[in-house]
């Protein structure tokens, strides 16, 4: 049997997490902050947050945190007549405040549809004074209605009650707004895709947590389903007879575990319960696409008021650009700590360099670029993205297929460590180049820039990738595949490495060296290497000769030079006067230039009538 592990959305959602990301930096500041409930329906964040000294009783200089759920404006008020108060309200609640607000004052009567004791709800109604919050449709009071909803709740229930809604006010105005937050919609939807895809399903949150509750109801209707707040929970639900039978009955096939948690869920948390099957039980990890089809505004009905379409917009966009989305902007600005990318909405985004996938001087101002969004910081609305994290898997995929195809990958190396070096892979993923398979001579300064590698290991062991590459083993690879492929009469390119009164030494695709006598550097005979080759020129010269046994070659440029000789028979014909530079005499004639790579012969007895003479006495070189 194979297990594949599916994992779906998981993680605190964006509200969550700014609000507990908060509290943690102020209490380890040695702020004192005390609160009126549950901050995240988590015990094991809960429990760190006492222990780093949260209080939920007031205390002398204590601050009051608001919640990621809010607070009614009075009670506010109240907090602060005898305390600072950090508002940590989730911006996309806020929203939906103002989005009532803004209702009411044109009119409408707001229902929302939630829980009347759920604090959002609460603080909805102080918010929006002539508000309903309510479960239940009934026949509305007023000619005009507009029906909003708790973040939270479970989107197919609110379409119910918005169906039912409609029936029991025929002839009203209704107006429908979807303000579920698009995090539970897309975990619901998830959940749902997740169940109907595999055999089984581990739901992660905390049992008091609503948004997983409802996740785990969703998935309990297609497939087996597991509820477990960690690691330990689900230890103990391996081990029962039913779960058991369902490894024993995929014991020929595949095994598909889907993997899922609510917003109040570290995604730590999930990453345990996800190490613990692939380390117990082996398998690999499958990607879920995202599964999010709806449209909110499909649900909208026509919007009249500018000011209110705009809040409405920004209620979506907010939405859109929360943590783990992956988002698309235009680059505004290049500086030396990264991009700085106009998302839309009024939101920045900005890339810091270590997050980019290529080299920051390929990308220029104007280019789309497309990243996750890490984390975002609510108060000036920048959102810190990464590039190259959505690329990983991607990498990872590559670079695994790599060590059996033994295609090439880049990378660079990024420090000296213990037995070698560490490399950056297609500037995302760290390997290891052990320090025999560098190609680096000791005291050798490190190479800068991009490089090529092969890899030799790859390896998931345990969170981690192992990967290990090898410039040697490349090297070896590309001389024999040079030496293979290449044969007498190709061209090559090189870089000239030597010059010296024999010819030039040239250095080849970075991988082997060949030789240019002086004969073949032009058809003029007294021209020499030196007279035309310069050190460090990169030129193209054609192969004469090649030896793949001892991996030698010898190069000429004056091949890749047009023939003189070939224009010989038209230019020149017999009896014709010439006039050239003698180049050199000997005992028995001399030799005449006419043109540049065609000499000729002056035999001694074309020079004296009847006895021979002295050449030198006649000409001179
Ligand atoms: S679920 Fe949505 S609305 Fe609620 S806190 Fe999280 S991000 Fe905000």
């Known amino acids: 049997m194979s297990i594949e592990v599916i994992k779906g959305p998981n993680g605190f959602c964006f509200g969550v997490e700014n609000a507990v990301n908060e509290i943690i930096k102020r209490l380890k500041k040695g702020e004192k902050l005390f609160t009126n409930g549950e901050v995240v329906h988590n015990k094991n ?17 204590a601050i009051f945190v608001v919640r990621a759920h809010g607070l009614p404006p009075e009670e506010i008020e109240r907090i602060n007549k005898n305390h600072k108060i950090i508002d940590l309200t989730c911006p996309i609640v806020n929203n939906n405040f103002k989005l ?3 209702l009411e004052q044109e009119g409408y009567r707001v229902v929302a549809f939630g829980k009347k004791n759920h604090p959002e709800m609460i603080a909805l109604s102080g918010h929006v004074k002539n508000s309903i919050v309510t479960m239940e449709p009934f026949v509305v009071p007023d000619d005009k209605i507009a ?3 708790q973040t939270t709740s479970s989107q197919e229930d609110f379409f119910e009650f918005v169906e039912k809604m409609k029936e029991k006010n025929l002839g009203k105005e209704i107006k429908v707004i979807n303000t579920i937050c698009k995090v539970t919609v897309e975990r619901e939807n998830a959940a749902k895709q997740l169940a109907k895809l595999c055999n089984l399903v581990i739901v992660v949150g905390g049992k008091n947590s609503s948004n997983t509750r409802k996740l785990f109801q969703i998935s309990t209707k297609y497939t087996r389903t597991l509820h477990v707040e960690g690691v330990y929970e689900l230890e103990q639900e391996l081990k029962t007879p039913e779960i058991s039978e369902i490894f024993k009955k995929n014991n020929s096939s595949t095994l598909k575990i889907g993997l899922i948690s609510g917003t109040s869920t570290d995604s730590k948390d999930v990453d345990d319960v996800f190490y613990y099957i692939i380390e117990n039980y082996g398998g690999r990890e499958l990607c879920m696409a995202d599964l999010n089809n709806i ?15 705009q809040l409405l917009n920004e209620y979506e966009h907010m939405n859109q650009v929360g943590r783990g989305k992956i988002v698309e902007g235009v680059i505004t600005e290049i500086s030396a700590t990264g991009l700085t990318v106009d998302l839309g909405g009024k939101v920045t985004g900005f890339v810091p360099l270590e997050e980019l996938f290529k080299e920051i001087h390929e990308y220029k101002v104007g280019d789309k670029l497309r990243g996750r969004v890490e984390k975002i910081n609510e108060e000036d609305g920048t959102a810190i993205i990464s590039e190259k994290r959505p690329m ?21 190396i990024v420090e000296r460590t213990k037995g070698g070096y560490k490399v950056l892979l297609e500037n995302t993923v760290e390997a290891f180049l052990p320090g025999s398979e560098s190609n680096i001579k000791e005291g050798e300064e490190l190479p800068r820039g991009k490089m090529q590698f092969a890899v030799i290991s790859f ?9 290990v590459v090898s410039r040697k083993r490349l090297f070896q690879r590309l001389v024999d595949e040079f030496y293979t492929n290449r044969k007498p009469g190709d061209v090559v390119e090189g870089i000239v490495e030597n010059v010296d009164d024999k010819g030039a030494i040239v250095r080849i695709a970075g991988i082997t060296t060949g030789f240019v006598p002086n004969s073949e550097v032009s058809y003029n005979t007294s021209t020499k290497a030196k007279d035309v080759i310069n050190i460090g020129k990169t030129m193209k010269f054609l192969i004469k000769e090649i030896n793949p046994e ?11 030079l047009p023939d003189p000789w070939e224009n010989v028979p038209k230019k020149y014909q017999i009896g014709q006067s010439v006039t050239g530079v003698v180049v050199s005499v000997k005992p028995f004639g001399f030799f005449v230039r006419l043109e540049e790579g065609v000499e000729g012969f002056v035999p001694i007895e074309e020079v004296f009538w009847s006895k021979k003479g002295n050449l030198n006495e006649v000409v001179s070189v």
């Open 459 to 467: 390896e998931i062991r345990g969170r981690r990738p192992n990967i």
């Open 100 to 102: 009532g607000v803004k």
């Open 392 to 412: 990983e898997k991607f990498v990872l995929e590559e670079i695994s297929k790599a060590k059996d195809s033994g295609k090439i990958i880049h990378g660079k």
């Open 147 to 149: 029906i909003i909803s």
């Open 550 to 560: 001892k991996k030698r070659l010898l190069l000429s440029l004056k091949a890749l």
């Open 45 to 61: 964040v809960l429990e760190k947050l006492k222990t780093l000294g949260l209080k939920y009783e007031p205390e002398k200089d």
């Open 295 to 309: 449209s909110r505004k499909e649900l909208l009905e026509e919007v009249s008021s500018e000011s209110f379409e």
